[in-house]
């Protein structure tokens, strides 16, 4: 029984005394969904947040998990779609990237290692980007490695365009 309770422990993700972030970069996650990303440790620390407000221009948010950086996310408001180029550099960028589709109204290129979304606004002329960097042991560079942070991403990316009022 102490060896089935040890090597749940493990398999979870995160140290069991870990206290996950009930929120990052200003809006409420999902402990399931931001917990798989998280390396075992002692402390989950926000490095930098930067509050996200409706006229945001620039947001950065980091996570590390013992003073080691883990999560990176720069959200940005655009008023025009991506070239194609910045889709095609971020298919090669990130590793076993490519185009995923996701539960909300956008385009993405999510790899094992990182992510390129842009969220559609209702506006037909506002966009909501993020450039993602996932760090640390966590990594799969397999091709099913990006499932993690594709799951993320689709319980973080609705929060923050509400947050932002980018209504679809």
């Known amino acids: 029984m102490a060896v089935v309770i ?18 990052f970069c200003s809006v409420p996650v999902n402990g399931s ?5 998280l390396p075992d440790g002692e402390q989950v620390k926000k490095t930098r947040e930067d509050p996200l407000d409706a006229g945001l221009r620039n947001a950065y948010c980091y996570l590390g998990v ?10 940005r408001q655009i008023d025009k779609p991506l070239p194609p180029e910045d889709w ?35 506006n037909p ?14 990594v799969e560079n397999t091709q099913d490695g990006y499932k993690k942070l594709q799951r993320f991403l689709e319980d973080f990316t609705p929060a923050v365009t509400k947050k932002l009022q980018c209504t679809t």
């Open 6 to 23: 040890a090597l749940s422990g493990a398999l979870s993700g995160c140290s069991k005394n870990m206290a996950i972030p009930k929120d």
């Open 66 to 75: 013992d003073g080691v950086r883990v999560l990176s996310i720069t959200v």
């Open 125 to 138: 002329t506002a966009y909501i980007l993020f450039d993602v960097d996932f760090h640390g042991d966590r």
């Open 33 to 37: 969904t931001l917990s798989p990303l």
């Open 88 to 122: 095609e550099n971020a298919t090669s960028y990130y590793r076993m990237a490519a185009e995923r589709r996701v539960t909300f109204p956008g385009r993405t290129v999510i790899g094992a290692d990182g992510a390129l979304v842009v969220a559609k606004c209702g």
